[in-house]
């Protein structure tokens, strides 16, 4: 009788055990941010490369909850994620360490 009780109480304990925890990610809000350039003034369509504005509207509809979601949406990046919170990025068919030296304004 011992036998059953202390295992009626070990399945109640072990079904505790494996409950969910809240979400533990923080939102924070940002103030607006303005990116500019000094380097020269050339309309958008006379730039040679493929430029994506990802505009306030945008990052609204999309349902993201990290910046490597938001990139996914980009037909130029590779994201590449690992567990955690750990991702990298692939840019133009390079791999990501190819991009050690490299700067890319988000």
């Known amino acids: 009788m011992k036998n059953l009780f202390l295992m009626a ?7 505790h055990v494996f409950s969910q925890e809240g979400d533990s990610l923080r939102r924070y809000e940002l103030d607006e941010v303005v990116v500019s ?6 309309q958008l369509k006379n730039i040679p490369q493929k430029v994506e504005i990802i505009d ?7 349902p993201s ?4 979601d938001v990139l996914k949406t980009s037909t ?6 690992y567990p955690g919170l750990s991702s990298t990025i692939g840019m133009r068919g390079f791999s990501p360490s190819a991009h050690a030296r490299s700067y890319t304004l988000l």
């Open 76 to 81: 130029n990046l590779d994201i590449i994620q």
């Open 65 to 68: 909850s990290n910046m490597a």
């Open 9 to 15: 109480v070990l399945c109640l304990i072990a079904n």
């Open 56 to 62: 306030k509207g945008m990052l609204q509809s999309l």
């Open 37 to 42: 350039s000094t380097r020269a003034n050339i």
